[in-house]
Each structure stands twice: as structure tokens, then as C-alpha cells.
């Protein structure tokens, strides 16, 4: 992974604020935009919220790319509890 250790915890602090209960629970019940069109929730909860907390311009600025930031995510963003699956049952 091309994110640093400092990277990692700019990114980290960045998106702690804005990973909410309230808004885990609101992602699980599938209320955000274009929400039936998903088909990873973990990824796309992350996603919202690295674009929200501005992180990818941070990692860009370093040198990352998209994978760099995908890996960065999965490691500061904990799972929605769904797995890999969508919401829907």
C-alpha cells in the first residue's frame, strides 16, 4: 500500500467525525442516494464517506490511487455488518 502510516491517520482523522451510528444505520436501511443500484454497501458506505471527509484529494496529493485508497478504507472504515452484500435481502 503506497498510504503511509501518516497518511493513514490523516485519512483516519478526517473520517472518524463523520462515521456516525446514525449514519451506519441510516446507510443499512438503504436511505442515501441511488441506494437500489448498490451492490457493495461496505464499499460504498466508504466510498461516501472518504468523498465527505475529502481524503481523496489527501491521498492523491501522496501519490495514491484509487486502490491505495480502496485498501486505506477497508482498514479505517469497520463493516456495516452485511458483509459484502448489499442491504436487500
Not at 34 to 54: E, P
Amino acid at each position: 500500500m503506497k498510504i503511509n502510516g501518516e497518511l493513514l491517520e490523516a485519512m483516519r482523522a478526517a473520517i472518524a467525525p463523520l462515521d456516525t451510528p446514525e449514519r451506519r444505520d441510516a446507510y443499512r436501511r438503504g436511505e442515501f442516494n441511488r441506494s437500489a443500484a448498490v451492490k457493495n454497501l461496505d464499499l460504498r458506505y466508504q466510498t461516501d464517506l472518504a468523498g465527505a471527509a475529502g481524503v481523496y484529494r489527501l491521498a492523491y496529493d501522496a501519490g495514491a490511487n484509487d486502490r491505495h485508497v480502496e485498501t486505506a478504507l477497508r482498514r479505517i472504515v469497520p463493516p456495516l455488518g452485511f458483509g459484502t452484500e448489499a442491504y436487500r435481502a
